[in-house]
């Protein structure tokens, strides 16, 4: 498969660094090899030039002509459905499930271990269950999924 | 009535009253100089003034007559004498006295509430989870394990070296006895024996044990949190976190951590 993620316009980014972290982007112009001119109207992050070292690109592109106005933009977001796809994808699971880990609190933590604990203990059994049954039959048995 | 009062002129006080004009906001007055004028009732006092009071000047010196030849006859005297001695160097001020301990302000974290958790840093105990009980008149924090739960019984700590954690249980229901104060926990000394019994760098070695007070008081106060505990529902889970140690992992930093 030959590379696809390209800085050009219309490619929605996903900021990495500054106030505006964890917020998309469109790219509207590319200014530079380093700089970019990206508007942000559903996160509303206004249009200004960004370093490319502060963004990362995600799969989505949308089609609207470069340079095209806020409205312009906003509309090609709306039409092209961005934010839901963008919480369909693992990165995004990702770094909301992150999010979630740093807000748990002390005692959300222990809860969290001691539920480990007994998922751990319980999946251990079912192998061993499972190898046993393996070992008596002497054909190896695919293991199924807990 | 308070207002009645306050209306009344004071002795040696005239009583101020309100103006009746006020700014509307915006620079203009309520009212104009018009409404004014006969709101005041100035057309009352047009024209008429008021006779000046005349103040007799009270002599400030007076000529006395000289005897004796050549001392010119007279002499003016000031009738309030000066004083007849000025100090050559400046007063020593006292200079404001300093608080003691007992009079400092003390000063408590908003996240440290009754009831609330905390992580032990330092001492004997520390690292095990406790309760926060109140804070006594030195500024330490009283805590407790429970000691039915974690081994820490009823005792101080400063709460720098304690981590206030998000998590509280309810004490409406927890009544601390009156006697557990400062004076409670402090440290009993033993006189030293005289020196003609035996030898003098023989130290004693005294092993604390708890008082029959301390006992009652533990018992008492840890079936108060573990009432409190049950009726939150999460018995289970409470009880083994207070019983768990508290440890970071790799990668886990607590500056940066929640609580």
């Given at each position: 498969m030959p590379f696809e993620r390209f800085v050009q316009t219309g490619r929605v980014a996903y900021v990495s660094h500054g106030s505006n972290k964890g917020k998309l982007v469109a790219?509207?112009?590319?200014?530079?090899?380093?700089?970019?001119?990206?508007?942000?109207?559903a996160a509303k992050i206004p249009r200004g030039q960004m370093s490319l070292s502060n963004l990362h690109l995600t799969k989505f592109r949308l089609k609207f002509p470069f340079t095209g106005s806020t409205r312009v933009v906003r509309?090609?977001?709306?039409?092209?459905?961005i934010e839901r796809k963008w919480k369909e994808t693992v990165w995004a699971q990702k770094v909301a499930a992150k999010e979630k880990r740093a807000a748990l609190s002390d005692y959300d933590r222990f809860k969290l271990r001691k539920a480990k604990r007994v998922r751990n203990a319980l999946r251990t059994e079912a192998f061993y269950r499972l190898k046993k049954v393996a070992k008596k039959s002497k054909r190896p048995v695919k293991p199924t999924k807990k | 009535m308070s207002n009645a009062v306050a209306a009344k002129p004071q002795e040696g006080k005239k009583a101020q009253g309100k103006p009746r004009n006020y700014d509307l906001g915006n620079g203009i007055n309520r009212f104009s100089r018009a409404r004014m004028f006969h709101k005041k009732a100035i057309y009352k006092f047009l024209g008429k003034t008021t006779p000046k009071k005349v103040v007799e000047k009270k002599p400030v010196t007076v000529e006395k007559q000289i005897g004796g030849e050549k001392n010119g006859q007279t002499r003016t005297v000031l009738l309030k004498k000066r004083r007849s001695s000025y100090p050559t160097a400046d007063l020593i001020k006292k200079r404001p006295s300093k608080k003691c301990f007992s009079q400092h302000v003390r000063h408590l974290r908003a996240s440290i509430v009754p009831g609330t958790i905390l992580i032990l840093l330092a001492g004997p105990h520390k690292g095990k989870r406790v309760v926060f009980m109140k804070q006594l008149k030195s500024g330490l924090l009283l805590v407790n394990g429970p000691f039915l739960i974690n081994g820490c019984p009823l005792r101080r700590i400063h709460q720098n070296y304690v981590i206030a954690t998000s998590t509280k249980i309810d004490m409406s229901g927890v009544k601390l006895p009156e006697n557990v104060n400062d004076e409670y926990f402090k440290r009993v000394h033993e006189k030293r024996a005289k020196k003609e019994e035996g030898d003098i760098f023989a130290v004693k070695k005294t092993k604390y044990v708890p008082s029959a007070q301390r006992k009652v008081d533990q018992k008492l106060v840890d079936s108060m949190i573990v009432d409190a505990i049950k009726k939150s529902g999460e018995k289970k889970t409470m009880f083994a976190y207070l019983a768990t140690m508290f440890g970071l992992r790799s990668s886990q930093y607590p500056h940066r951590m929640k609580f």
């Amino acid at each position: 498969m030959p590379f696809e993620r390209f800085v050009q316009t219309g490619r929605v980014a996903y900021v990495s660094h500054g106030s505006n972290k964890g917020k998309l982007v469109a790219i509207v112009d590319v200014i530079d090899q380093n700089r970019v001119l990206v508007d942000g109207p559903a996160a509303k992050i206004p249009r200004g030039q960004m370093s490319l070292s502060n963004l990362h690109l995600t799969k989505f592109r949308l089609k609207f002509p470069f340079t095209g106005s806020t409205r312009v933009v906003r509309k090609a977001w709306e039409a092209g459905k961005i934010e839901r796809k963008w919480k369909e994808t693992v990165w995004a699971q990702k770094v909301a499930a992150k999010e979630k880990r740093a807000a748990l609190s002390d005692y959300d933590r222990f809860k969290l271990r001691k539920a480990k604990r007994v998922r751990n203990a319980l999946r251990t059994e079912a192998f061993y269950r499972l190898k046993k049954v393996a070992k008596k039959s002497k054909r190896p048995v695919k293991p199924t999924k807990k | 009535m308070s207002n009645a009062v306050a209306a009344k002129p004071q002795e040696g006080k005239k009583a101020q009253g309100k103006p009746r004009n006020y700014d509307l906001g915006n620079g203009i007055n309520r009212f104009s100089r018009a409404r004014m004028f006969h709101k005041k009732a100035i057309y009352k006092f047009l024209g008429k003034t008021t006779p000046k009071k005349v103040v007799e000047k009270k002599p400030v010196t007076v000529e006395k007559q000289i005897g004796g030849e050549k001392n010119g006859q007279t002499r003016t005297v000031l009738l309030k004498k000066r004083r007849s001695s000025y100090p050559t160097a400046d007063l020593i001020k006292k200079r404001p006295s300093k608080k003691c301990f007992s009079q400092h302000v003390r000063h408590l974290r908003a996240s440290i509430v009754p009831g609330t958790i905390l992580i032990l840093l330092a001492g004997p105990h520390k690292g095990k989870r406790v309760v926060f009980m109140k804070q006594l008149k030195s500024g330490l924090l009283l805590v407790n394990g429970p000691f039915l739960i974690n081994g820490c019984p009823l005792r101080r700590i400063h709460q720098n070296y304690v981590i206030a954690t998000s998590t509280k249980i309810d004490m409406s229901g927890v009544k601390l006895p009156e006697n557990v104060n400062d004076e409670y926990f402090k440290r009993v000394h033993e006189k030293r024996a005289k020196k003609e019994e035996g030898d003098i760098f023989a130290v004693k070695k005294t092993k604390y044990v708890p008082s029959a007070q301390r006992k009652v008081d533990q018992k008492l106060v840890d079936s108060m949190i573990v009432d409190a505990i049950k009726k939150s529902g999460e018995k289970k889970t409470m009880f083994a976190y207070l019983a768990t140690m508290f440890g970071l992992r790799s990668s886990q930093y607590p500056h940066r951590m929640k609580f």
